[in-house]
């Protein structure tokens, strides 16, 4: 059984104010869950969920994954920038020119996503989160197209991207060369099984397909945790 993407985490020192300040971004409803933690839903409720989990490890370098966010206009694009300003984000500066038409912003917690130019065929139809978009090899995108069972709409010079048979969001990596893994990711995937599935077959599937498992998260009953063939966190939950 193939698993599905439940959610995209984060680790937040603060899991409400992020949940406020991406609920405000995007413009997708909040959801109760425990106090310490926070959850947005998407619009589509064929898409991902954004979870806001409790984390006090330091930041130690740029995340590895990003979002992109689209934009249907010029004056869309400046709205968005001006929102999140608004709820606490800040412009950075990544090396960006300054003739690229998207913006580099930071969310409250230090996160870099773009508020992408309008205009940009790659991620037109994906929806507001137009891509998640990640440091890594060619090897891990043809992992998660394996794992997900999303097929690659993008393969070309080491550089790679899958996206859902029912559209949405692209997730994509940029191909060599990879800047070392520092630390625990502040960003990773949640995979979900329905409740009753054999999650230790899906364990045993996606550890043939390159993942590796850790000691982290062994024992629970409701999922595991494990890396991606580049050393990326992820999880495997059941939920109804």
Not at 218 to 224: A, K, W
Request: aromatic share 8%; charged share 25%; net charge negative.
């Amino acid at each position: 059984m193939t698993s599905r993407l439940f959610a995209i985490c984060f680790n937040a020192t603060r899991p409400p104010d992020l949940a406020r300040f991406w609920s405000g971004v995007l413009g997708w409803e909040r959801a109760d869950g425990p106090d310490d933690e926070a959850a947005i839903l998407p619009r589509d409720t064929a898409g991902f969920r954004i979870r806001f989990l409790p984390s006090q490890e330091p930041r130690t370098g740029r995340n590895r994954a990003h979002f992109d966010l689209t934009s249907a206009s010029p004056e869309d694009q400046r709205e968005t920038v001006a929102r999140a300003l608004e709820l606490g984000g800040e412009h950075i500066d990544v090396g960006q020119l300054p003739e690229e038409g998207h913006v580099v912003l930071a969310d409250p917690d230090g996160n870099e996503f773009c508020v992408i130019e309008a205009g940009n065929k790659f991620l037109a139809d994906t929806g507001v989160i137009g891509a998640l978009a990640c440091d890594g090899t060619r090897e891990v995108g043809c992992f998660w197209s394996e794992a997900l069972g999303w097929p690659l709409v993008w393969d070309q010079d080491q550089e790679t991207a899958i996206q859902s048979p029912n559209g949405g969001t692209k997730i994509t990596w940029g191909g060599p060369p990879v800047a070392p893994k520092t630390g625990t990711n502040r960003l990773y995937l949640e995979l979900a099984l329905a409740a009753g599935a054999d999650w230790e077959a899906e364990v045993d599937r996606l550890v043939s397909l390159g993942a590796t498992r850790t000691s982290t998260g062994e024992g629970r009953s409701d999922g595991v945790l494990l890396l991606d063939p580049d050393g990326n966190e992820f999880s495997v939950q059941t939920h109804p």
